[in-house]
């Protein structure tokens, strides 16, 4: 009996892991998105423009700086710990971020696009 107890608990731990690095990964994302600055849009927009240019050395380079950065502020802001940093949960964290620093990038461009009303 006590056998199918420790075996019922630990597959529903195992279970439900998938679900808290779900929910741990969103909770840093929201964290560092609040924590984003000026500066990881303007980093973004610079990555984005060298890709397009297909500069890749240059845009691999500045990538390397915006992950660098992101990882100091999950660090620093948000609890993230050094094992962390290489685990899956770390990596949709930062997809997250990077589409959200992405998407406000697309924003200003599109409102700069935007013709004046008469």
Do not use: W
Request: one cysteine or more.
């Amino acid at each position: 009996m006590i056998r199918t107890l420790c075996l019922g608990t630990a597959l529903t731990v195992f279970a439900a892991s998938p679900a808290l690095a779900q929910t741990r990964s969103d909770e840093v994302a929201s964290c560092m998105i609040r924590n984003s600055t000026e500066e990881d849009v303007a980093q973004m927009k610079q990555l984005m423009l060298l890709a397009l240019q297909d500069r890749k050395d240059e845009a691999t380079s500045t990538l390397a700086g915006l992950m660098m950065k992101a990882g100091v502020s999950a660090s620093g802001n948000c609890g993230v710990g050094f094992s962390e940093m290489t685990s899956p949960m770390f990596e949709a964290a930062m997809r997250q971020y990077g589409e959200h620093l992405g998407t406000i990038v697309m924003e200003r461009a599109f409102t700069m696009m935007e013709l004046p009303t008469q």
